[in-house]
């Protein structure tokens, strides 16, 4: 079974309660993986630990109007940062949710390279790169991601993949019945061949998703010609031996700066 | 695809090829790994909350791990329940090394932020001191109260009574107190404050959101989820706003009228205008639920020949005036009471024995006549066209719309005036107590956790300024500005000691410079607070209170919603330091100040016996009249709610809706006579009376002149620390400008203003109150208007960032600008109306 997310614009009330969540789940994460007392982790500004956060644009002239969003991992079915991770720290769970495991990462920050979302976000000072797991600690536990717990507004939505396409699709069709404007369900459909169906779908006014905010281009990120260098690499390089020791070699000398 | 890639950035992507081939390895592995356990396993108690990270107390669930709360959830047992990012925020605010630690005794001078630590026990003795003098001397009305997230519920009220000063005075009048509440009050003859009101969201196709962004004030329990599930279930809204309410209007179907500050009420005359002159109205519900029918004399405005009788309340005791009015019934074709009529007129004129009379509803006709969408247009700057797009979307959804009726009101001079109309334009669609519409807060009444103490005989400052000062229409025990206005009039008497229960009186309230030199006359202010703010730094004890889940609190029963809660508070962590909560300061006072026979009347078994006892007291005999009310169901679940109900309660003299106030003409007449010249603002017809900066800039601003407004973000509320010097919350208005002032595009190219420079601001007749904040241009914002989040700043008090390190360096609070002036009849703070300027650095 393949589980997904559904974040509608339409409902959302910008009040980024899942933000804070998000924040404060990851820091309890902090405190839990024994990086901190549960007070300390608190102190900190730590912004690349929560995972979805809000982008503000606007349009003019005035009288304007904004056209803000919560920015987040798309958890893209063909997810191009894991392929493209050298050192097998970002692994697409079988159900669907692509993770980041930080203890795995040598901060080499090809992800953000691969990424077309722009979604990993690296932390200079630890060397670590971050992103949304969707909670899957909490997932496979039988929870709801953090920020679904948070939406007060059933913004954001959990569950299996048919059953947030299905509410996605009546969302989208009650919205187009009473505003007579045209609605889309993003990421129910492969997007690009690099990212496939995303399993973080998104509602929202068609002009809207278009115009302003998710990005259209992300099927156009240069993700072909990443492939094909890859395989150039992989030519060079040959023996996976090497590589392998090399990663070894560049991952231990990370583990000891820390 | 082809893509240009530099020599650099390819040399980058080798490097990482270089390692890919592993990717694939790890693409075939099956993940062995299971997830490591959530952080919510083991050992956590979930204990019921209601959060004060604002003022509602949205019912909430705190989880405790290791004797720390980790994280705060919504109560799952409410229908509608949810509680916002300030809440979930609250374990940073509980952990924020800035906490207050230990009692402060002042150094040096008020205003200085010198302190020391003291003990407990010399803080109580010194306070104790000075109320026992006062008591002593038979003045213990010099003792002034001021509650806000106050952490003594239920036991600081009847101390204070019991001590002997009726002095206990609520913020409410920076607030919504009284313009929103007498502006709608005069439809249903009592003061209707923002928790009497629910707009039914999820029903409504249309409505109008004027004084309200139900998304970014966010009072989530009930309001905020209402209004997210009328979201998705498609109304349209219009907003009108001096800003672009981002958390309210974005997305399809919802549209922002930008408008000039302090013009609303011409909008909202102008919509009854083209209801009116379109015959828009609900006609069958103006003749039978309203006294539209109302024979009055065009002259005078009198009811003819009514007929006034008293009638004693058997519950309160209290008399009450009731009238029975006359209608020109088109039936008979005479003159008949009302519930004689068979089909009363709407409308006409009528010779009665000589006498020419006409109906409420044709006086409301003819005062509407003069406010056209153009009249508006000029004022308000919304185009004619839009408010006739409006009125017509009101008309064709009726009821199932609304004109929402708000909140926090006291922005300007003639907020009653607003609200009078804002409830004109629902009053003639219909919308009140219908589904769709605007429904009334049903509530359960709950018993006090003490025996019932007697009342003060001394005279309240604020009844006083109501009953002898020409502000018939304040509430009371809303009116913490008039203890400054006793400071500075001696009337009714000076006030002595200030004991704040984290009010902030001073960054709340408008005129901060001019209410901090009146503190000369105070011999002790007291400050309790779990974070220092601008009146600590003018306080002479500071007592460090606990944040709300350090503590068990009184059941509450006060919510803004649409159906009866009473919702549990019980302790789930230990406070830090010294923390205590207020409610055991009391209780340490009253032991030192109340003589021992009072003490053991009132507070004895309470002493002993603790909240288990007091919540008992509260839900005694209850659970018979509302089934399911236990204390154990409250400590097992947090909350109990009842049924869902529109109905609005009123007061008026006829029983009716009163689109034509009698309360209001019983005042204005009586202010009239008294040649008070503000009288008109209580005047029962429509009418337009412009904000306070409007007379004084006569209708146009300078080049550098603005309205400084304020609105609230969903993640900040009010100038408590507990959301504005929060290290998570930080993050997040560094990510989005939440401590930006906005500022229209022409105006700051005319005054050379680039985007994201630092500027002064400063009011025009104090020009040496200046803050610095920090510019955002966009065409989000009305040119007339400089905006910002409501106390996000440091303001003119930049020394707080001493004791508040994650408080923004820069930001502005439209308080400290303001002055010690008083809306009138009403007394509201009317904050924003002054001139404010802004210069480059």
Not at chain 2, 126 to 144: F, H, Q, S, T
Not at chain 2, 147 to 175: E, V
Not at chain 2, 184 to 193: E, K, Q, R, S
Not at chain 2, 471 to 487: D, S
């Amino acid at each position: 079974m393949k589980v997904s997310m559904l974040y509608d614009m339409q409902a959302c009330v910008r009040c980024y309660a899942c933000s804070v969540q998000c924040g404060i789940e990851n820091r309890a994460r902090l405190s839990r993986d024994g990086k901190g007392t549960s007070e300390k982790v608190l102190e900190q500004q730590r912004p690349e630990l929560r995972f979805i956060f809000p982008v503000l644009r606007y349009i003019g002239p005035y009288p304007g109007r904004s056209i803000s969003y919560v920015h987040h991992c798309m958890h893209c079915e063909n997810a191009p940062c894991a392929r493209r991770c050298p050192a097998a720290a970002i692994e697409v769970k079988p159900y669907g949710p692509v993770v980041i495991h930080e203890e795995r990462c040598i901060g080499c920050r090809a992800c953000l390279e691969a990424c077309p979302y722009d979604v990993p976000r690296f932390n200079p000072r630890l060397g670590k790169t971050y992103k949304c797991f969707m909670c899957y600690d909490r997932l496979e536990a039988g929870l709801p991601p953090a920020c679904v717990e948070a939406c007060l507004a059933k913004a954001l939505y959990f569950g299996s993949r048919e059953e947030v396409l299905f509410e996605a699709q009546r969302r989208a069709e009650n919205y187009e019945k009473r505003l007579g404007e045209k609605f889309t369900v993003y990421g129910s459909e492969p997007v690009g061949e690099a990212t496939g169906a995303l399993h973080w779908v998104t509602v929202g006014p068609a002009a809207v998703l278009e115009k302003y905010t998710l990005r259209p281009d992300a099927a156009q990120k240069p993700i072909e010609a990443l492939d094909a260098v890859r395989t150039i690499g992989w030519v060079l390089f040959g023996a996976g031996a090497a590589g392998i020791i090399g990663h070894f070699l560049y991952s231990l000398g990370k583990e000891v700066e820390e | 695809m082809q893509t240009k890639i530099s020599r650099r950035k390819f040399l980058k992507l080798g490097g990482i090829a270089a390692f890919s081939p592993f990717v694939r390895l790890g693409d075939t592995l099956k993940p062995k790994e299971k997830a490591p356990d959530p952080v919510d396993y083991g050992g956590e108690r979930r204990v019921p909350l209601r959060c004060r990270m604002c003022a509602q107390q949205c019912p909430a669930i705190g989880v405790v791990k290791d004797g720390r709360l980790i994280k705060m959830e919504a109560n799952p047992h409410l229908p509608y329940s949810g509680i916002c990012g300030r809440s979930r925020s609250t374990p940073a605010a509980l952990y924020n090394p800035d906490r207050l630690k230990y009692p402060l005794l002042r150094l040096g001078k008020r205003g200085e932020g010198k302190f020391k630590r003291i003990s407990w026990e010399e803080a109580l003795e010194r306070i104790a001191a000075v109320l026992r003098k006062y008591r002593e001397k038979g003045e213990p009305e010099r003792v002034v109260y001021l509650p806000r997230f106050t952490s003594a519920a239920g036991l600081d009220k009847p101390f204070w009574h019991l001590y002997g000063t009726p002095n206990i005075l609520s913020y409410a009048d920076t607030c919504h107190s009284a313009g929103h509440d007498w502006g709608l009050g005069a439809y249903f003859g009592h003061p209707m404050t923002p928790g009497a009101f629910w707009m039914d969201y999820p029903n409504a196709r249309f409505g109008v959101l004027a004084m309200r962004n139900p998304a970014g004030g966010l009072c989530v329990y009930q309001f905020g989820t209402l209004f997210a599930e009328g979201r998705r279930n498609g109304g349209r809204l219009v907003a009108v706003d001096v800003r672009f309410p981002n958390e309210a209007v974005e997305g399809a179907g919802r549209k922002w009228l930008p408008i000039r500050p302090g013009t609303d009420g011409a909008f909202h005359l102008a919509l009854a205008h083209e209801i009116v002159k379109r015959k828009g109205y609900d006609e069958e519900y103006l003749r039978r639920e309203t006294n539209a029918c109302m024979l009055i004399d065009p002259e005078t405005l009198e009811p003819f020949e009514p007929e006034i009788t008293e009638k004693v309340d058997p519950k309160t005791k209290k008399k009450k005036k009731h009238v029975r009015y006359k209608v020109w019934d088109e039936v008979q074709k005479k003159v008949v009471f009302k519930d004689e009529a068979q089909q009363p007129a709407l409308r006409g004129e009528f010779n009665v024995s000589g006498r020419r009379l006409i109906t409420a509803f044709e006086a409301i006709v003819q005062a509407l006549k003069k406010y056209s969408p153009e009249w508006a247009e000029k004022i308000t700057t919304i185009p004619a066209a839009e408010i006739r797009e409006v009125a017509d979307q009101l008309i064709k959804g009726k009821p199932r719309v609304f004109v929402d009726t708000g909140w926090y009101s006291e922005r300007y001079g003639n907020v009653m005036r607003q609200f009078h109309a804002l409830g004109l334009v629902n009053t003639l669609l219909g919308v009140w107590e219908k589904k769709g519409g605007v429904g009334g807060i049903p509530k359960v009444k709950l018993h006090g956790p003490l025996p019932k103490v007697p009342k003060p005989k001394a005279v309240q400052i604020t009844k006083y300024y109501q009953k002898k000062k020409g502000y018939p229409f304040i509430v009371p025990k809303a009116g913490r500005r008039f203890v400054f206005e006793a400071l500075r009039t001696g009337e009714p008497y000076e006030p002595k000691v200030l004991f704040a229960m984290g009010q902030n009186f001073i960054g709340g309230s408008a005129g901060s410079p001019e209410l901090i030199k009146l503190l000369d006359k105070v011999e002790l202010i007291v400050c309790m607070t779990p974070f220092m703010d601008e009146s600590c730094l003018y306080a002479d004890i500071i007592l460090p209170d606990t944040l709300f889940p350090e503590r068990d609190e009184a059941l509450h029963f006060k919510f803004k919603q649409s159906m009866p809660t009473v919702a549990m508070h019980m302790k789930a962590v230990e406070p830090p330091f010294e923390a205590r909560p207020g409610s055991w300061v009391i209780l340490e006072l009253a032991k030192r100040v109340l003589k021992p026979e009072e003490f053991e009347k009132y507070f004895g078994e309470f002493s002993r016996g603790g909240w288990e006892y007091g919540w008992r007291k509260q839900l005694a005999g209850l659970e018979k009249k509302h089934p399911g009310l236990t204390l154990e169901r409250l400590k097992k679940e947090g909350v109990w709610y009842g049924k869902q109900s529109y109905k609005i309660k009123k007061k008026t003299y006829t029983g009716e809706i009163e689109i034509f106030s009698l309360l209001f003409l019983e005042k204005w007449k009586k202010l009239k006579a008294e040649g008070y010249p503000q009288a008109d603002h209580a005047h029962p017809l429509p009418l337009w009376i412009p904000p306070f900066w409007w007379k004084e800039a006569k209708g146009k601003l300078k080049d550098d002149e603005f309205i400084l407004c304020t609105g609230f973000s969903p993640l900040n509320s009010f100038t408590g620390g507990q959301t504005r010097n929060n290290p998570l919350l930080l993050e997040i208005w560094n990510q989005i400008g939440v401590d930006r002032v906005w500022i229209h595009p022409d105006r700051a190219r005319k005054l050379g203003i680039s985007d994201g420079d630092i500027v002064e601001v400063f009011p025009v007749h104090n020009t040496r109150a200046v803050a610095r904040a920090r510019v955002w241009v966009t065409p989000l914002v009305h040119p007339d208007a400089l905006f910002s989040y409501y106390g996000v700043g440091p303001g003119i008090f930049p020394q707080l960032k001493r004791y508040l390190a994650f408080m923004p360096e820069y930001g502005v609070n439209i308080n400290h600008f303001s002055k010690l002036h008083f809306a009138p009849l009403q007394g509201g703070h009317a904050t924003q109306d002054v001139i404010i300027k802004v210069r480059r650095v």
